[in-house]
T-cell receptor, first 110, second 113 residues
């Protein structure tokens, strides 16, 4: 089946690291993505990882993929107030469809 | 560089009315899709298109029609609006399959009363 799950809410202090987690059920996923949605805006692709990779780092963002446990995480180092947003995990296979998680609302407080 | 443009940004409909949500992209992308976003449910795929003249159903297609007469435009039609269609609708386009290069519009907030 197609199911992508995330916790709904995360609150962190400015300057700390944030870790947003995602689990998925389809082992045939080829790409896994992280999107960011700021209030009143569309989704912005932050980063993605191919399923044969374990880790991808891009500046303050680190994506970890545990394919055995079907677990994906996004770590944001030195979290800033501008990082406050909803973060969506998504997967795709060889089709044209993206399957999204429920989204995690990240709140950064000073 | 306009990207993906959705109109209108906000709309209120009465139950039973019909309307079309517009989506246009100027990037010559083959793949376009419509999602709806509901609280606690993430984004769900309504319909998608892999090129002009080709459309297919997504996860929640009932109550919606689409057409793709040109590469640029992918309108979403609500045939007879129902309160259950109150949602935020997003259009996306991509030059490739999957989402590695997907661009999203700003969204249309639709309320059906």
């Amino acid at each position: 089946g197609e199911d992508v799950e995330q916790s709904l809410f995360l609150s962190v202090r400015e300057g700390d690291s944030s870790v947003i987690n995602c689990t998925y059920t389809d082992s045939s996923s080829t790409y896994l993505y992280w999107y960011k949605q700021e209030p009143g805006a569309g989704l912005q692709l932050l980063t993605y990882i191919f399923s044969n990779m374990d880790m991808k780092q891009d500046q303050r963002l680190t994506v970890l993929l545990n394919k055995k446990d079907k677990h994906l995480s996004l770590r944001i180092a030195d979290t800033q107030t501008g990082d406050s947003a909803i973060y969506f995990c998504a997967e795709s296979r060889t089709t044209d469809k993206l399957i999204f998680g429920t989204g995690t609302r990240l709140q950064v407080f000073p | 560089n306009a990207g993906v443009t959705q109109t209108p940004k906000f709309q209120v409909l009465k139950t039973g009315q019909s309307m079309t949500l517009q989506c246009a992209q100027d990037m010559n992308h083959e793949y376009m899709s419509w999602y709806r976003q509901d609280p606690g449910m993430g984004l769900r795929l309504i319909h998608y298109s892999v090129g002009a003249g080709i459309t297919d159903q997504g996860e929640v297609p009932n109550g919606y029609n689409v057409s793709r007469s040109t590469t640029e435009d992918f309108p979403l039609r609500l045939l007879s609006a129902a309160p259950s269609q109150t949602s935020v609708y997003f259009c996306a386009s991509s030059p490739t399959r999957g989402g590695t290069e997907a661009f999203f519009g700003q969204g249309t907030r639709l309320t059906v009363v």
